[in-house]
């Protein structure tokens, strides 16, 4: 049986039978993969407590031909993200991305750039940079590596740019004034600020993240967008995205001030 070595991401976990777990990873190289831990939940698993969600290490596992699962023979810690897993929103964000790129990303297929932009999301929700801006880049840079972006740059119909442009997910696009009458239902309005920071997310080079600012009207607008289209595209609601939305309102609530601020 071959043995590989990968870099990885625990992006789920989930008991199963008595002891083991079925965990599924994100590998530069090979993309999602599931694999069977075994005994994973016993006391003194080899596993130890590194098996958790958003962990990044280094895997080891057998492939046999012809298994869906992988055979998980070691997983050694390279971060842990504790400190991310420490603050309740930043932790709640990070398995919100996970679950984005467990509903969107197919099984073994290389995936080196979502990789990297998943571990440098975590690291940057780690350190504690504002969180909504780095949250709509890594929905806006997710579409375009998995092949599902929208095309906003132009009218999906007649490539046209008369404004203000609507967005239909049905269409896969935005869609301008003159088209959106004869356009079938289901048109939203999308503002002109959401362009630029959607076109921006986009061109921007990575060491200028962490400076990314993002009004809190602009950021709403533009997060309910994204929200409607993945929930579009993954065909069922996104659960860790329910529970962020619940987070949101509850530190608002303690923090009035806030709301209409970048959070
Ligand atoms: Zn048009």
Redo the contacts with the bound molecule.
């Keep these: 049986m071959p043995l590989y070595s990968s870099e990885a991401i625990v992006l789920r976990k989930i008991d199963y039978r008595d002891a083991d777990r079925i965990v599924t990873f994100l590998t530069p190289d090979r993309g999602k993969l599931a694999g069977l831990a075994r005994g994973a939940r016993r006391l003194k698993s080899r596993f130890g407590p590194y098996l958790e969600t958003l962990t990044h290490g280094t895997l080891i596992y057998y492939d046999r031909e012809g298994k869906n699962l992988i055979h998980v023979n070691h997983f050694d810690i390279l971060h842990s993200f504790r400190k991310l897993r420490e603050d309740l929103f930043r932790s709640a964000s990070g398995q919100y991305l996970a679950e984005l790129v467990l509903g969107l990303l197919p099984e073994r297929e290389a995936a080196p750039e979502t990789f990297q932009l998943l571990l440098q999301t975590l690291d940057r929700l780690q350190k504690g940079v504002e969180t909504e801006p780095i949250l709509r880049i890594f929905e806006i840079r997710l579409l375009v590596l998995s092949g599902f972006a929208p095309r906003v740059e132009s ?6 740019q ?1 404004a203000p442009f609507g967005f239909s997910v049905e269409q896969g696009g935005v ?5 959106r009458s004869s356009t079938v239902a289901g048109v939203r309005p999308v503002s002109r600020g959401v362009l630029r920071f959607w076109e921006q997310a986009l061109a921007l080079k990575e060491e200028r993240f962490d400076r990314v600012r993002l009004e809190g009207k602009l950021n709403r607008e533009l997060r309910d967008l994204l929200h409607h289209y993945y929930r579009h595209l993954l065909g069922r609601e996104i659960r860790s995205f329910v529970f962020l939305e619940r987070l949101r309102k509850e530190i608002a609530g303690l923090t009035p001030q806030r709301e209409n601020g970048t959070q």
Excluded: E, H
């Design positions: 009218c999906v119909r007649c490539g046209g008369a869609v301008c004034r003159d088209c």
